[in-house]
């Protein structure tokens, strides 16, 4: 059976095209982590260019950080057309139980388009999950975390949302959660400074996105290596931190880890049990 | 009585949330510097979704910078809602004086939203003080620098402004001024280099609104204490410059030495007096 | 006769206003890298403000990667004030070829503005020759790409479109050709891994609007010298990495080799021939 590594390399030979309906603020870094890592983006979010751009691509990130009402309709009638092509779909969505206009946009999409996954911080997926929520922002409410102690708890959450969307949930924190509704991957990598980086989870979607369209018949799979990609990225990112960096250049540590990130390097480094 | 340096303490301790209505050009920047000096950055800036986000935070930055029909109708409703709660609410006058556009919009932000804080360049405070100006794009006009020869008469001007808009007015360039009308801060941290990075003034703003967020009894003080950490920060990161660094590289080490700045460091390295 | 060397001596002398219209995903790299060319950058595409801001400029950048409605209705208003005005106009294509809308806006744009210097990609530049292409997302179709055995025909493509719109007509790529329609310069400057990094061609675009705009007499040999300035400092860039570097760092490295470029460094390193 093949490992999680080997998504990796998939990636790197297949170079998926990645159509990004994305926010401004961390759209830089998506578009160069998605390079970083085999993949190669385009960004494209009006209404009238989303559909075309989205044909010639293999898979499609949404993200609604920083969502307007023209990029709403564009997420739309590209999630619709990304559907129709069958290729693959993620939902990030940002800050989800943090407003009416993003938990509804949030809600109406996971009813109208099928995504292949479902990646947020717990506190949006408990949005999405519950209908409401109480996100901090674009950060996860410490009452929601998933911790060692409610770790079964979680466990059963997420596999339980999972099947009921019929898609992969990925729940990332400092422990992340990644399930299909029947197996649930455990994930330890990563480091508590990424938190002081804007933007790891939309990386996190974008290269999610790249992974699971080079390896389309291992979603599941995919999904959890890219958890482990952007995790151990973040341990090998701080290792290189010398004295007086910060978070700024931990984010350029980051995305190089994730350039010269290979099959060898994460399935050395890969920390996950599956439950 | 505490010192600037407590300021930056306080923001730490109390990891203020800020609401950020801001240009794309900077505004990654401005998301890691928020996160660098201890705050939590969320950016939203349309009309159906900023009364809910600004309603979570405890701050609103507001910079016209690539402002647009839609943005400035949400810098309102904004600004509206953060102050009915009594929340710190700053704006950055981006390019008031470059455009009718801007200097207008501008001047409504001014009559109908009351700020803690108005920080911009020489040109832009001039073009709020006086109705018009000339700003050069997003730079000062060289004819409008505050110099050590119009110091006395540039400290006038920005305690009448002050005294006039009933808030605090923060000028930044070669030498600061941060007044609010009874007071005046003159500060000479900085180095002239920073003027070659984008958005060293949109990153102070989103610091500064941290600052007064985080420090609601002494605002003037903590305004001035985010401009002495900005202008710190160039310093230190200057320092760490090596042979072949450029502006690029200079931007990383700004922020990475926000993101180590502590009250210590800053009380040793403030070069200000109070006029 | 001046050297392509000169040019970027007159940028640092004149340190031309560049107004930009571009998009959302490298405009801070775009910014940044006109600050470290000598040129001042300012970013405005509202169609209420563009024709202020561009009037106070000397060079327009139309990009029209992540294009929308408003932001084309921008483009055109700010096109035609330039031309009024007698500015340097530049045009980057980006995606014609991707999609119908990116298509017909490229095709409408030279249409109605007449621009000094249209770069693009090989498959870019072909779809505005053709009317229609098969450009890959924001990347040339390799089977397009200039390559030392199409390299006459090449050429003579380059040159003949030039003459026909009367225009400069730059590609970039592995081999660079930047036309008037009379001569063509054959830079081979630049190294593959500059592809790694996300907006490299829109950073050439800006430099090359300040090239243009600050050598108004010498606007072929100045767009030259911006493509040379550009794959010069990828290969100062790379020189500098490091093991473990990856694309991140080497976006920051390339930034400050331009911002350390001087007319010495570019005539000894410029790599080309005039055909």
Redesign the interface.
Known sequence: MSTLGACVDQVRANVP?VHNIT???????V??VL??CGG???????P??VE??TS??GGLNINI??????TVEGMFLAGKKANELGHAVLLDPV?AG?????TETALKLIQEIKFDVIRGNISEIKTLALGSGTT????ADVADAVTEENLDQSIAFVKTFAEKMGCIIAVTGAIDLVSDGTKCYVIRNGRPEMG????TGCQLSGVMTAFITANPEEKLKAAAAAVCTMGLAGE?GFS?MQE??????Y??????????MDQKTLDEGAKYEVR
């Open positions: 095209l926010n401004y603020v961390t759209v830089n870094d578009a160069n390079l970083a190669s983006p385009i960004m494209s979010d009006d009238k260019d075309d751009i010639i691509c950080g920083t969502l307007n009402q023209r800050g943090a407003s009416a206009f993003r901090k922002g674009v950060d002081k980086i804007t933007g090998i290189r007086g960096d910060g978070n700024s250049t984010r350029n540590r980051i995305i190089d880890a994730i350039y010269n």
